[in-house]
């Protein structure tokens, strides 16, 4: 199975920061990762696919790198709405793998 | 607009059976695989099962594998888990999610949290 190592696991920072979550996988999955927003008590939300393909409706200042087995999400200026916990996801297989998940909290 | 609606989660006690259903509307159901995912409390998304389109394919996490059993209905457009021999780690939220693949299609239930304890 193909493992999924996000990091970190918390981070603090405050409106307008450039923020940049990582995830790495076991084995290449080309570009086939997705990230996620999910806010509490709430379904997680698309924002990237494909690696670097923003979801239609999803604000700009979200950007998606990378392939094979490192990538990153970076949200260029964090706004008050980012505060929310992030997942990576690989969709090489039909088995699925998130991330651990990464925390935005204020600073 | 796509709608994917969870039910049958409730307190179970460990060693039962449970079964949840995911309603399908908005969409073409016969078009997609479909995925359950759980979070259990205070915790991150797992992954736990996958049916495709037409029911012919399944795909288990190694968590739950020989214990629960992935299902589809097209007549109905209904999704179903059967869960046996629950355990408190089977404690969580369960989401049905239509999850990207090689199109963008994702979309996500607003989950049934299931409980195990005596």
């Known amino acids: 199975d193909i493992q999924m190592t996000q990091s970190p696991s918390t981070l603090s920072a405050s409106v307008g920061d450039r923020v940049t979550i990582t995830c790495r996988a076991s084995?290449?999955?080309?570009?086939?990762l997705a990230w996620y927003q999910q806010k509490p008590g709430k379904a997680p939300n698309l924002l990237i696919y494909?690696?670097?393909t923003l979801e239609s409706g999803v604000p700009s200042r979200f950007s998606g790198s990378g392939s094979g087995t490192e990538f990153t999400l970076t949200i260029s200026s964090l706004q008050p709405d980012d505060f929310a916990t992030y997942y990576c996801?690989?969709?090489?297989?039909?088995?699925?793998?998130f991330g651990q998940g990464t925390k935005v909290e204020i600073k | 607009q796509v709608q994917l609606v969870e039910s049958g989660g409730g307190v179970v006690q460990p060693g039962r059976s449970l079964r949840l259903s995911c309603a399908a509307s908005?969409?073409?159901?016969?078009?997609?695989?479909i995925h359950w995912v759980r979070q259990a409390p205070g915790k991150g998304l797992e992954w736990v099962a996958f049916?495709?389109?037409?029911?012919?394919?399944?795909y288990y996490a190694d968590s739950v594998r020989g214990r629960f059993t992935i299902s589809r209905d097209n007549s109905k457009k209904m999704l179903y888990l059967q869960m046996n021999s629950l355990r408190a780690g089977d404690t969580a939220v369960y989401y049905c999610?239509?999850?990207?693949?090689?199109?963008?299609?994702?979309?996500w239930g607003q989950g049934t949290l299931v409980t195990v304890s005596s």
């Open positions: 999610a239509g999850l990207v693949a090689a199109n963008s299609f994702d979309y």
């Open positions: 908005g969409f073409t159901f016969t078009d997609y695989g």
């Open positions: 049916i495709s389109y037409d029911g012919s394919h399944k």
């Open positions: 084995q290449s999955i080309s570009t086939w």
């Open positions: 494909k690696a670097s």
């Open positions: 996801q690989q969709y090489n297989s039909y088995s699925r793998t």
